[in-house]
């Protein structure tokens, strides 16, 4: 399955409600040529008042909602529409990560059709999973440095 168009229609709305973020975790070794899957799409951004008014008009243009999936006070909002199978988590803090304005600093800035989204650095992933530590985590830490060696050795190679 490719993710194209569905990664498609999240920037397009994404940009059409104004909600900057960073797409983080295993979507965004991906993307970044790492060989590994995932069934949601996790993003960090900014918890403001107006980022959450932004999520909410993010979730109604995607007919989901907005749940907050565990203990009230955590920095996690779920976005789901059950029937399309979408999952989108946003979080304004990252394990290993010191700030949004980092992140996003280090991020490539995605065409997908006519909208674009920020995708972490493998570095940040990689950095973040570490942080986490959790097994599942630990279990993809080797690919996803093995693919920043191969993308550092590509990069040497072009250079020499």
Known sequence: MNAASLLQEIARAMQECGLEAVL?????AALQGAPVT???FDFMFRETPTNLRKLRRLANRLEGSILKPYYPASKLYRLVNE?????????SALHGIRSYEGLRSRASRVAFGG????IAA????IRSKRALGRPRDKAVLEILEMTQD???NVG?????
């Open 24 to 28: 983080v975790g295993n979507a965004a």
């Open 38 to 40: 995932t069934l949601d």
């Open 83 to 91: 029937d399309r199978g979408i999952q989108l988590d946003f979080m």
């Open 115 to 118: 909208a674009h989204l920020y």
């Open 122 to 125: 493998l570095a940040d992933v």
């Open 150 to 152: 191969e993308k550092a």
């Open 156 to 160: 040497q190679k072009k250079d020499a």
